[in-house]
Nanobody, 122 residues
Framework: HVQLVESGGGSVQAGGSLRLSCQVS????????MGWFRQAPGKEREGVAT???????TYANSVKGRFTISKDNAKNSLYLQMNSLKAEDTAMYYCVAIRGVCVGDDWRKYTYRGQGTQVTVS
Protein backbone atom coordinates (compact mmCIF):
# COMPACT_ATOMS: atom_id res chain seq x y z
CA HIS A 1 0.00 0.00 0.00
CA VAL A 2 1.70 3.19 -1.21
CA GLN A 3 1.29 6.30 0.89
CA LEU A 4 2.52 9.84 0.33
CA VAL A 5 2.24 12.17 3.31
CA GLU A 6 3.08 15.84 2.93
CA SER A 7 4.05 18.20 5.74
CA GLY A 8 5.66 21.56 6.26
CA GLY A 9 2.98 23.86 4.95
CA GLY A 10 1.85 26.94 6.80
CA SER A 11 1.44 30.69 6.67
CA VAL A 12 4.34 32.96 5.86
CA GLN A 13 4.88 36.55 4.83
CA ALA A 14 5.91 37.44 1.32
CA GLY A 15 9.65 37.06 0.92
CA GLY A 16 9.81 34.27 3.47
CA SER A 17 10.69 30.61 3.13
CA LEU A 18 9.11 27.23 3.76
CA ARG A 19 10.32 23.68 3.32
CA LEU A 20 7.81 21.05 2.35
CA SER A 21 8.43 17.38 2.98
CA CYS A 22 6.80 14.26 1.60
CA GLN A 23 7.27 10.93 3.32
CA VAL A 24 6.80 8.05 0.91
CA SER A 25 6.06 4.46 1.81
CA UNK A 26 6.99 2.50 -1.28
CA UNK A 27 9.38 -0.28 -2.20
CA UNK A 28 12.43 0.78 -4.24
CA UNK A 29 11.77 4.50 -3.72
CA UNK A 30 14.97 5.34 -5.58
CA UNK A 31 13.46 4.10 -8.83
CA UNK A 32 10.59 6.58 -8.71
CA UNK A 33 10.09 9.94 -10.32
CA MET A 34 8.79 12.34 -7.69
CA GLY A 35 7.14 15.70 -8.06
CA TRP A 36 5.26 18.58 -6.53
CA PHE A 37 2.05 20.05 -7.90
CA ARG A 38 -0.07 22.86 -6.52
CA GLN A 39 -3.61 24.11 -6.83
CA ALA A 40 -4.83 27.56 -5.91
CA PRO A 41 -8.53 28.24 -5.32
CA GLY A 42 -10.39 28.46 -8.61
CA LYS A 43 -7.37 27.41 -10.66
CA GLU A 44 -6.17 24.26 -12.36
CA ARG A 45 -3.65 22.04 -10.62
CA GLU A 46 -0.21 22.88 -12.01
CA GLY A 47 3.20 21.30 -11.94
CA VAL A 48 5.81 22.92 -9.73
CA ALA A 49 8.85 20.66 -9.93
CA THR A 50 9.89 17.09 -10.62
CA UNK A 51 12.95 15.02 -9.84
CA UNK A 52 13.76 11.88 -11.75
CA UNK A 53 15.40 8.75 -10.39
CA UNK A 54 18.73 9.95 -11.80
CA UNK A 55 18.39 13.25 -9.97
CA UNK A 56 17.54 15.40 -12.97
CA UNK A 57 15.05 18.14 -12.16
CA THR A 58 12.48 20.31 -13.89
CA TYR A 59 10.79 23.46 -12.63
CA ALA A 60 7.86 25.58 -13.63
CA ASN A 61 9.01 28.94 -14.98
CA SER A 62 7.16 30.69 -12.18
CA VAL A 63 9.33 29.08 -9.48
CA LYS A 64 12.72 28.78 -11.17
CA GLY A 65 15.45 30.30 -9.07
CA ARG A 66 13.24 30.34 -5.95
CA PHE A 67 12.27 26.70 -5.34
CA THR A 68 14.52 23.65 -5.08
CA ILE A 69 13.32 20.07 -5.23
CA SER A 70 15.39 17.30 -3.68
CA LYS A 71 15.04 13.76 -2.44
CA ASP A 72 16.69 11.54 0.14
CA ASN A 73 16.53 7.94 -1.00
CA ALA A 74 17.76 6.64 2.35
CA LYS A 75 14.80 8.29 4.09
CA ASN A 76 12.20 7.76 1.34
CA SER A 77 11.63 11.48 1.44
CA LEU A 78 11.01 14.29 -0.99
CA TYR A 79 11.51 17.98 -0.26
CA LEU A 80 10.63 21.34 -1.73
CA GLN A 81 12.61 24.30 -0.45
CA MET A 82 10.65 27.45 -1.23
CA ASN A 83 12.38 30.82 -0.92
CA SER A 84 11.32 34.36 -1.79
CA LEU A 85 7.71 33.33 -1.53
CA LYS A 86 5.05 35.43 -3.21
CA ALA A 87 1.34 35.78 -2.66
CA GLU A 88 0.76 33.92 -5.93
CA ASP A 89 2.48 30.86 -4.45
CA THR A 90 -0.50 30.43 -2.14
CA ALA A 91 -1.97 27.01 -2.89
CA MET A 92 -2.43 23.46 -1.73
CA TYR A 93 0.77 21.60 -2.55
CA TYR A 94 0.66 17.92 -3.49
CA CYS A 95 3.37 15.30 -3.66
CA VAL A 96 3.15 12.84 -6.58
CA ALA A 97 5.04 9.73 -7.64
CA ILE A 98 5.37 7.34 -10.51
CA ARG A 99 7.73 4.43 -10.96
CA GLY A 100 10.24 5.08 -13.71
CA VAL A 101 10.61 8.30 -15.67
CA CYS A 102 8.73 11.49 -15.04
CA VAL A 103 5.66 12.07 -17.20
CA GLY A 104 5.49 15.84 -17.46
CA ASP A 105 3.10 18.28 -15.92
CA ASP A 106 -0.21 16.42 -16.09
CA TRP A 107 -0.76 15.39 -12.48
CA ARG A 108 -3.30 12.75 -13.50
CA LYS A 109 -0.53 10.72 -15.11
CA TYR A 110 1.21 10.19 -11.78
CA THR A 111 0.26 6.92 -10.14
CA TYR A 112 0.35 8.07 -6.55
CA ARG A 113 -0.67 11.39 -4.99
CA GLY A 114 -0.72 12.73 -1.45
CA GLN A 115 -3.48 14.61 0.34
CA GLY A 116 -1.73 17.95 0.20
CA THR A 117 -0.37 20.60 2.53
CA GLN A 118 -1.55 24.21 2.50
CA VAL A 119 0.83 27.08 1.86
CA THR A 120 -0.44 30.61 2.43
CA VAL A 121 1.67 33.65 1.61
CA SER A 122 0.46 37.08 2.66
Amino acid sequence: HVQLVESGGGSVQAGGSLRLSCQVSVWKYSSYCMGWFRQAPGKEREGVATIDSDGSTTYANSVKGRFTISKDNAKNSLYLQMNSLKAEDTAMYYCVAIRGVCVGDDWRKYTYRGQGTQVTVS
